[in-house]
């Protein structure tokens, strides 16, 4: 098995100098000195992670065409990587017909540029431009080309930067302000490598500073810092914007996917499995993704060495197998996308991973405990009494919770709710989602009550509420997770409420966030049962994602156990069909929409 340790520089990354710059661009905070001098540190900087185990940029380098992955509990990924995609683009989202935010105010250099369109026309730098912006050379006529483009592009959805042609900032996208952490002020103005740091690999930063000089197009995988210090993988594409000559002008439009490193891998920047899926979705997702899905390789690394699997798009699971390891039998069509052109190959893809870790976790060695036991006590609530036991990850601060009822440990087929937290609607009582519901139907149901509990929404339970030709069980378990927002976290949570109400679903909210579907992982769960020394569930869920991680963890799930409620509003019924459709929930949309109108009535 290809793991690297944990590098002990990179937890802490100091942000450094090192940029996509122009080369000539003396006196200025060169990112090419910056790149060369990080180059010549060799070891010491960039290469410390060689130094404590397998170089992962080498890796992303040498996987341009076949980046790797493994499933998030083993932690066996690797890199992810995107071949060179020039010319293989088509044109810009259109801001017009592009569904998303709105246009906020003029950008500083839209502004600047504006206001000084006369010392434009004369060649010089107008007066009011920042600083950095001014030191360039401007060129007659350009600024107001520059204006025009940046105040088109301030209104686009997606994660995109514009530049000019020394990779100074003239314009943002919310998007990515949202993502990163910056001010607009904070980026307009000033050259991008500040949002490269420590282990930014110069080889990247040259490639694309080479695309540049040359006025070419390149996809390049860099890692990337964001304001607070998180690093994450950036998949930016560079363009040179033309005129209607095809002449090239002096902006660089930067289209770019974050894919964030979740804080316990990132003393290793390596990509999870649910992060290259998580890339392959948003590349399904935007104007040219399925063309680019061409160029994103998924692979994997074993025991036996470095296995890569073929491309993603359009090829036979059995086709893909390359290397030592098998895939075996027919993918099944569970999660994924079923409204997209690409959903069917993506369906395979996803399968076929999870089937190619599945077929690896025999050789490897049980996973460390990382979650351990702090305390137990009794809870009177109002669903009952419960045993809570407290577990807490030092390495995190992570801390989730068994709520059980009756005599679980030791037995087998217990009815286990793995639930994540949703403070809006669980402290809040907001109606945007089901997750109160599903909890207080949880808890009930291990209770041994079947029905879904009264909440204050005066609802009577639907006959297919429940599982009914369930008995309820004697005991079971809520495993309660700090998994705010599917994992991406309670203020990005809120900020992709806000891009539904642009009308985008909560699929597409997340993606236009630059952030992952779902980035939920599950060693606890593994974990908490191996504690509690149980050895088989009975999972009450509707979620094929989390059953494959439960089981990719070594899980066994005797019985799925439905867990719908009736959507208690508009806003919940939007997310529960959203959940079905876009993340193959096992919910018959169907019979829900008729229980919900005779529920209305
Ligand atoms: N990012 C995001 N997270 C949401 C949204 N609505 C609810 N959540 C989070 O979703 C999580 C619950 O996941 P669900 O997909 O509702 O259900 P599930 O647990 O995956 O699946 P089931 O086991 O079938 O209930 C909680 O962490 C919520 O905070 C949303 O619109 N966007």
């Given amino acids: 098995m290809l793991s690297p340790s944990p590098s002990s520089s990179f937890s802490n990354p100091a942000v450094r100098e090192v940029g996509i710059g122009d080369a000539e661009a003396e006196g200025e905070q060169s990112g090419i000195e910056g790149g060369v001098a ?51 683009m088509g044109e810009s989202v259109d801001p017009e017909t592009t569904p998303g935010l709105g246009v906020p105010g003029e950008m500083a250099a839209t502004r600047a540029a504006a206001a000084s369109e006369s010392a434009a026309e004369s060649g010089q730098p107008p007066e009011n431009m920042p600083m950095d912006f001014r030191s360039t050379t401007v060129i007659k006529g350009s600024i107001r080309r520059r204006a025009r483009s940046a105040s088109n592009f301030a209104s686009l959805p997606s994660n995109e930067i514009l530049t000019d042609e020394s990779g100074i900032v003239l314009s943002v996208t919310p998007a990515f302000l949202t993502f990163t952490g ?87 920047p390596r990509l999870c499995l649910d992060d290259a899926l998580a890339l392959i979705s948003v590349y399904s997702s935007i104007p040219r993704g399925p063309a680019l899905l ?10 036996k060495g470095l296995v890569t699997v073929d491309a993603l798009k359009d090829k036979a699971p059995n086709d893909a197998n390359e290397g030592e390891a098998d895939i075996e039998g027919e993918p099944t069509q569970r ?33 460390e405990t990382r979650y351990q036991f702090v305390a137990e006590t009794t809870l009177p609530t109002h669903n009952g009494r419960y045993r809570v036991r407290a577990y807490r990850n030092p ?17 087998s087929n217990v009815v286990v709710r793995v639930h994540d937290q949703c403070l809006t609607s669980e402290i809040f009582g907001s109606l945007k989602c089901d997750c109160k519901q599903q909890l207080d139907f949880a808890l009930n149901f291990i209770k041994g009550e079947s029905a879904v509990p009264d909440h204050g929404l005066k609802q009577e339970p639907h006959p297919e509420d429940v599982n009914k030709a369930t008995p309820a069980p004697a005991g079971g378990i809520v495993l309660y997770l700090p998994q705010e927002g599917r994992g991406i976290g309670l203020a990005n949570k809120i900020a992709a409420y806000a891009m539904q109400e642009t009308g985008l679903d909560t699929v597409d909210a997340n993606r236009h966030l630059g952030l992952p579907d779902d980035a939920r992982e599950y060693d606890s769960v593994r974990d908490i049962l191996r504690d509690l020394k149980i050895d088989s569930v009975r999972l009450l869920t509707n979620n094929p994602r989390k059953i ?52 209305q009535r």
């Fill in 38 to 88: 990080r180059a010549e540190q060799g070891e010491g900087g960039a290469g410390a992670i060689g130094a404590d185990g397998p170089d992962v940029r080498a890796v992303v380098r040498a996987c341009v065409r076949s980046g790797v992955a493994g499933r998030p509990g083993a932690r066996s990924v690797r890199a992810c990587g995107i071949e060179n995609a020039k010319g293989n």
């Fill in 335 to 367: 999660g994924g996308d079923s409204e997209q052109t690409d959903g069917k190959s993506l369906y395979r893809h996803q399968n076929y991973a999870t089937r190619f870790l599945d077929s690896d976790a025999a050789e490897k060695p049980a996973e």
């Fill in 182 to 268: 910056y001010e607009e002020k904070e980026m307009v103005g000033r050259k991008c490598n500040f949002l490269q740091g420590e282990q930014t690999d110069p080889n990247d930063v040259e490639e694309l500073r080479s695309a540049m000089k040359d006025t070419s197009q390149t996809s390049v995988v860099i890692l990337n810092y964001r304001k607070d210090g998180q690093p994450f993988w950036n998949i930016l594409t560079i363009k040179p914007e033309f005129d209607n000559n095809k002449k090239a002008l002096s902006v660089y439009h930067g289209e770019v996917i974050g894919i964030p490193i979740p804080p316990h891998m990132q003393s290793y």
């Fill in 395 to 411: 390495e995190t601060g992570a801390e989730p919770l068994a709520i059980i009822h009756g005599n679980v440990e030791g037995q």
């Fill in 548 to 599: 494959e991680c439960l089981e990719a963890l070594g899980i066994t799930i005797t019985e799925r156990l439905e867990c719908i409620v009736v959507p208690n509003s508009d806003y919940s019924m939007n997310y529960v069909q959203a959940k079905a459709r876009r993340m193959g929930h096992f919910v018959d949309i169907n019979s829900l929409s008729s229980n919900f109108s005779k529920q």
């Fill in 294 to 303: 061409d160029n994103v390789y998924i692979g994997y690394g074993s025991a």
